[in-house]
């Protein structure tokens, strides 16, 4: 049983002297064959890792407002409906929100956005901010995550309690880099109110109403009833936005026409009419920036591919001289006895492993690089180089394939050489 494995190694380290021979013996083409299946290897694992970090960077990006939301806002119809004009403003009302979460079965979570531009005062400094009028439901639909303290709950709404919580922005302006800060006094529009919670400082460079740094969580009532709005037309019960996020990703489509469609039949419009209410679908977006990084990285693999394949040429061309040198070499295993089937599989391996060691050499290189570029810190829209699983496999297989079209040639031809004729070539 011990002669099996020896016998098995000993067959295995003639394989590798033989292509180490081989490599030696045709310095320049073998370097740049190996150098061309490394290359390829290594390409298309980089440009499949740098779609997946453009394009985790980008959903990272998508999540700093909220995790597959949709902003809805109050536009302007261009289509006659109900018996009513083109041209009518729609205005968004607290209604709408319990419409559309008794109305829309496909909507998991929706929320009224109402914000004021307030001047809050400490004691020692002020600014101008913009504060969020925040209940449960909007606090479940925005990513605002507290980093100190606590966030507004159900019971601050219920009662509407005079506390806050501050963006990164705000508290730096208001307090410095005091670290006392909680259960401080902050004067927002005359009225006192206490510091519960304080952001974590967010790093974004999208934003539909300016950064979250810069502003101030308060229950919606308390904002409701302390800061009434400057606008001449204002009427009790408006709001800014309406934030909902539906019950799957996959559904993105069908519970946006289910909202168009409820608050059209409230407020008479025609729900194929867009422009009566302006929405920004993260989820579409999303999609949207998906399908052009798929294409980017098909685009990008299918270069790979092709500088791989060349690499096989390269590993075909070497092995192909290696036959026409070794021809006297063959026909004297073939006259002592060695089968067709055996030179095939000499010749096979030797290719074989020479492209895998190639191969073997890119994946090293390639995985080093990413170690590298993931230490440093990241830009915005940026995730780094993450080597996943698929794109393991996805160059693995390509390796495969090239070494077995570029092993096979060869070796088959080696194989068909009679011992007459190889005999009789000239050493």
């Keep these: 049983m011990s002669r099996i494995p020896m016998r098995f190694l000993s067959v295995i380290y003639g394989f590798i002297e033989q292509t180490v021979a081989n490599v030696w013996r045709h310095k320049l083409r073998s370097f740049l064959t190996m150098f061309g299946i490394a290359w390829g290897i290594a390409s298309l694992v980089l440009m499949s890792a740098l779609c997946d970090g453009f394009r985790q960077g980008q959903r990272n990006n998508m999540k700093q407002l909220g995790e597959s939301i949709v902003l809805v806002w109050g536009g302007r119809t261009e289509r006659q409906a109900g018996g009513q004009r083109a041209g009518r403003h729609i205005r968004l009302w607290d209604k709408d929100v319990q419409v559309v979460r008794e109305q829309c079965p496909l909507v998991s979570v929706v929320a009224g956005e109402v914000k004021r531009e307030v001047a809050a005062t400490s004691e020692f400094n002020s600014g101008l901010f913009l504060a969020l009028g925040a209940s449960p439901e909007y606090l479940q639909l925005r990513n605002l995550p507290v980093e100190t303290g606590r966030t507004l709950n159900r019971e601050d709404n219920q009662n509407a309690r005079r506390v806050c919580v501050l963006g990164a922005s705000v508290k730096e302006q208001l307090f410095g880099y005091r670290g006392d800060v909680l259960g401080r006094q902050v004067s927002i529009y005359g009225n006192p109110y206490h510091v519960v919670g304080l952001m974590s ?14 502003k101030i969580l308060i229950p919606q009532t308390s904002l409701e009833r302390d800061c009434p709005p400057k606008w001449p037309d204002y009427q009790k019960g408006r709001i800014e936005t309406l934030v909902y996020r539906p019950l799957s990703i996959t559904e993105w489509e069908p519970a946006q026409r289910q909202v168009r469609t409820a ?4 407020h008479d419009f025609d729900p194929l009419d867009e422009s009566a209410l302006p929405m920004w679908d993260t989820v579409k977006s999303a999609e949207l920036f998906g399908a ?13 591919i092709i500088t791989l394949s060349l690499g096989g040429v390269g590993v075909m061309n070497t092995m192909m001289t290696a036959v026409a040198e070794r021809t006297h070499e063959i026909g004297l295993k073939k006259a002592l006895g060695a089968t067709k089937k055996r030179i095939l599989l000499d010749f096979f391996l030797e290719g074989l492993l020479l492209a895998v060691l190639s191969g073997a050499l890119g994946l090293v290189v390639v995985t080093a690089l990413a170690a590298a570029v993931n230490s440093l810190p990241m830009p915005a829209m940026f995730s780094g180089l993450p080597i996943s699983y698929r794109n393991a496999m996805l160059a693995v297989a390509a390796l495969g394939a090239v070494a077995l079209a570029s092993a096979l040639p060869p070796a088959w031809r080696a194989s068909e050489l009679t011992p007459v004729e190889a005999l009789r070539e000239e050493r």
Aim: aromatic letters at 12%; glycine letters at 6%; proline letters at 0%.
């Design 292 to 304: 052009v990084f798929d294409a980017t990285e098909i685009f990008l693999a299918v270069i790979a």
């Design 201 to 214: 400082k967010k790093n974004q460079n999208s934003s539909y109403d300016g950064w979250d740094n810069d």
């Design 263 to 266: 608050l059209g039949r409230l």
